[in-house]
């Protein structure tokens, strides 16, 4: 009973956990030039997953933890960069999970037609001018982050 | 006329009454009974600072799920009256993100070494291939890009976090709620937890616990506990009068007699005795009672039908209960004191009416029954075995003897709200304790927050976020001493020739100019980290936590607010003024009845000893002492002395026991009832007063 139990919540987990292929493009206002980078994302319940198969990078981000492997080994990362890393991805979880209700208490939100634009609220609009989603057939594509030195990342979700 | 004579007295007591009104005082302020003066004050002050006026609410776990409630609940939270901030979160406020920016140069660690051409260049083409090669996101500081200054990151000793969310241990999330409600401000407190509660019906899991929450639930339940008990206490009393004396012009002269009494020492203490407690009023008032006995052996003995001014057993019992409480009334317990005095106020007048007053009423005669049970004095007692029985049960409470310091014990126990208070504290892996940390001048005051860190590094105060005047001074001489404008040139010059955007770095270290001010005005933003400042008679004040309060315990300038700490000392200090003033009230009864029954001293004084051997030795037996159960001794003494001097100088046996056992019924119906309250305190008097009846009742039957 106890096996089949743990067999369908492995199941279920995988399930669960959505899996896409992404190109961030980042742009640098200091350097003026952007660079892309490709990736996989995969969200679960607790948290999420970004590797990068080019450079032999991956992080994993579960319950608020945050552990960085490069070549498959873990690496630690500065507390304050991790702390960062981590209210980046809460953010792109929540964008991904689209509760707007959590959303609302978080940013001043704007919809024409496919667009929704998000404005910080909180502590956060320090870092984020602002972030733009993009949905085609109701499915989140597309997140620009305008952010408050004048760079910018944009997310395509190629899948 | 003199018929009316009680009557009269009552009313000339209403009417002065009615004059006294603006100059009765009645404090509601029960934490002064039990705390010394020292230890209110130092709770006031912190109140002012916020302390106790905290609520906790927390989520359980750590999933999305609870993350969400966080956010509505905080949200809910901030709607509501009496809330002053909510917070959820270890992100600053944005008002402490601003102190930060403006204060940057003076808070931040300044590397001062001086920068080469050739070591810009290096940093510069570090940052610019790092923008290409790095595989995650990383920004570029371009006020500061040489990274001179290095901000420490606070460490939040006070709060557990995951990710930004504040945490209760392993429990799951916590809100921290600074509302503007003190425990005692009753009307707020209701309504704020009315608020509270409705909002979250909607989260059952949720728990929440405030300091307030109890002043709300106890009171309710303590109204609903006393109410009952009057009720009870009313018709036993009526019981007594009515079914067993059967003369209801006794018993309304007797009622109006006490109420006189009552009214009497409710007026001199209210008016003449600084800050008079309510809960003393009601005792005192119930202590009242105990005169019955005065008017019930005048009544068995017909004293009213006697041309006899004084009944000297009476005057006795009467003389020798009122030093018992005169002395009580010096004890430096305010409780206890006011008690006394009102004892002493109100048994003096009861006095006077029932001895003076009560023969010109015209009072009907007690009619003695023919029959005349025959005391059967081959099956009693010698007193000297009660005397012996008596050390030898003072004996057996001496080595069981166990003292229960902590005075919240006497409260109703609202084991739910106490079961709430516990998952906070086992769960909070939080160690620090606060303290109150004082200085004349503000700068004063930050300059010994500074001096706690330095000796425990943990210490959570406002020193975590603000520097003292010398080292702001030293940091402006020597941000005053650096010249950021070369710098600013060698940075824009290396960063033209390494290919970053033109001018990017333009205002690199404009941040230091103006040079930030020393005298910091905001302090009030730091509330929200539960650090506040309160300002009274030229005295600053502010809460640090600190992990070990005996390192720092001769430092003049803290004091402790640990409650519980505060009120053991408080207790020990009550238990150690109790024994040294009842040891000389016990001294002063055993000379007072040696002289009135002389002969008869080891039987009198059997009803004090016996009644209070045996009362001790089933409490220490059952659990530990409380400070009521001590006071309610006392009161034990004050009903023993008058029987013992009444039985043992009695002429008429037979008349004298009658009027004892319907005194110790009225006992039983004013304090004996409390046995069945759910208020600790008032169940502890109960207990006391049932047991040492039932010693006395023991006694009558079987000693000789």
């Not at chain 2, 660690?109 to 080469?116: C, E, G, H, Q, S």
């Amino acid at each position: 009973m106890i096996q089949k139990t743990i067999i369908f919540l492995l199941l279920a987990s995988s399930l669960f956990a959505q899996t896409y292929n992404f190109t961030e493009l980042r742009y640098s206002d200091a350097i003026n030039r952007s660079i892309q980078v490709e990736g996989k994302i995969s969200f679960n319940i607790d948290g999420l997953n970004i590797s990068y198969p080019q450079s032999a990078r991956e992080i994993d981000y579960k319950n608020d933890t945050l552990i960085y492997y490069e070549n498959d080994k873990e690496v630690s990362l500065p507390e304050m960069q991790a702390s960062k890393m981590m209210q980046y991805f809460d953010i792109l979880r929540l964008l991904h999970k689209g509760d707007e209700s959590e959303l609302e208490g978080m940013f001043e939100i704007e919809n024409k037609s496919n667009i929704k634009i998000l404005k910080p609220l909180g502590a956060i609009k320090n870092y984020i001018n602002l972030i733009e989603l993009r949905k085609y057939d109701n499915e989140l594509k597309y997140i620009k982050l305008f952010l408050q030195n004048n760079d910018t990342i944009s997310i395509n979700i190629n899948d | 006329m003199t018929k009316y004579a009680n009557l009269i007295i009552l009313f000339i007591l209403l009417f002065v009454g009615i004059l006294l009104k603006d100059s009765i005082n009645i404090s509601t302020n029960l934490l002064s009974l039990f705390a010394t003066k020292e230890s209110v004050e130092k709770l006031n002050i912190a109140n002012n600072l916020g302390y106790s006026k905290e609520m906790l609410i927390a989520i359980k776990g750590f999933d999305s799920k609870a993350k969400k409630e966080v956010r509505e609940i905080s949200k809910k939270l901030r709607e509501l009256k009496h809330i002053n901030f909510v917070q959820s979160s270890i992100v600053p406020t944005e008002e402490i993100q601003d102190y930060y920016k403006n204060n940057y140069s003076i808070l931040a660690k300044f590397n001062d070494a001086n920068i080469t051409q050739e070591q810009v260049s290096q940093k510069l083409q570090a940052l610019y291939d790092a923008q290409l090669s790095n595989i995650f996101y990383s920004s570029i500081d371009k006020n500061d890009p040489l990274a001179l200054f290095e901000l420490e990151n606070i460490k939040h000793s006070s709060i557990s976090h995951k990710g930004e969310f504040i945490t209760l241990g392993e429990y799951g999330f916590l809100i921290r709620v600074m509302t503007d409600i003190a425990p005692s401000q009753m009307d707020e407190a209701k309504e704020l937890y009315e608020d509270v509660h409705d909002m979250l019906k909607e989260y059952p899991q949720v728990v929440a616990f405030a300091p307030f929450f109890y002043t709300v639930e106890n009171s309710s339940k303590i109204k609903a506990d006393v109410q009952w008990i009057i009720i009870l206490s009313t018709v036993i009393l009526l019981l007594i009068y009515y079914l067993l004396i059967k003369n209801i012009r006794l018993l309304s002269q007797t009622v109006i007699a006490l109420v006189s009494s009552m009214l009497f020492a409710s007026l001199i203490s209210t008016v003449f005795i600084e800050n008079f407690n309510i809960l003393s009023l009601a005792f005192g008032m119930s202590l009242t009672a105990v005169s019955i006995d005065y008017l019930l052996h005048y009544h068995f003995h017909n004293f009213y039908e006697t041309s006899k001014k004084i009944d000297k057993n009476v005057l006795y019992g009467y003389l020798t209960t009122l030093s018992a409480f005169a002395i009580f009334s010096f004890i430096p317990i305010p409780l206890i004191s006011q008690i006394s005095s009102f004892a002493v106020l109100s048994l003096s007048f009861a006095y006077v009416l029932f001895t003076f007053v009560f023969p010109y009423l015209r009072l009907k005669k007690y009619e003695e029954p023919n029959k005349v049970q025959s005391v059967r004095q081959e099956k009693k007692v010698p007193a000297i075995v009660v005397f012996v029985l008596s050390l030898a049960l003072f004996i057996y409470s001496a080595s069981n003897f166990k003292l229960d310091s902590n005075i919240r014990n006497l409260d109703y126990q609202n084991l739910h709200l106490l079961e709430a208070e516990k998952l906070f504290k086992s769960n909070s892996g939080v160690k620090l304790t606060p303290v109150i940390v004082e200085a004349t001048t503000q700068d004063k005051l930050i300059e010994n927050l500074h001096e706690l860190k330095s000796l425990l590094p943990d210490t959570f105060s406002l020193a975590s976020f603000v520097k003292d005047k010398q080292s702001c001074k030293k940091r402006q001489e020597e941000l005053k001493a650096y010249d950021f404008a070369r710098l600013n040139r060698l940075i824009n010059e290396e960063a033209s020739k390494i290919g970053f955007k033109e001018g990017y770095f333009e205002d690199a270290y404009a941040f230091v100019s103006p040079l930030a001010l020393c005298d910091v005005k905001e302090l009030d933003i730091f509330k929200t980290y539960g650090l506040s400042l309160y300002h009274d008679k030229d005295i600053y004040y502010t809460i640090a936590l600190v992990s070990d309060v005996k390192k720092i315990e001769n430092f003049s300038f803290i004091s402790s607010i640990n409650v519980k700490e505060m009120f053991n000392k408080a207790a020990q200090k009550m238990y150690d003024d109790l024994l040294y003033f009842g040891s000389i009230v016990l001294v002063f009864i055993f000379v007072l009845l040696l002289l009135s029954v002389k002969t008869q001293f080891i039987y009198a004084i059997n009803y004090i000893l016996f009644p209070l051997s045996f009362t001790m030795a089933i409490l220490v037996s059952m659990d530990a002492i409380n400070i009521m159960h001590l006071f309610s001794l006392i009161i034990l003494i004050a009903i023993g002395i008058d029987y013992g001097i009444y039985m043992s100088n009695s002429k008429k046996p037979t008349n004298t026991m009658l009027a004892v056992k319907y005194s110790l019924l009225s006992t039983i119906a004013a304090f004996g009832v409390l046995i069945f309250s759910t208020i600790v305190a008032l169940n502890s008097i109960g207990i006391v007063i049932a047991l040492g009846c039932g010693a006395i009742f023991i006694l009558i039957k079987v000693m000789r």
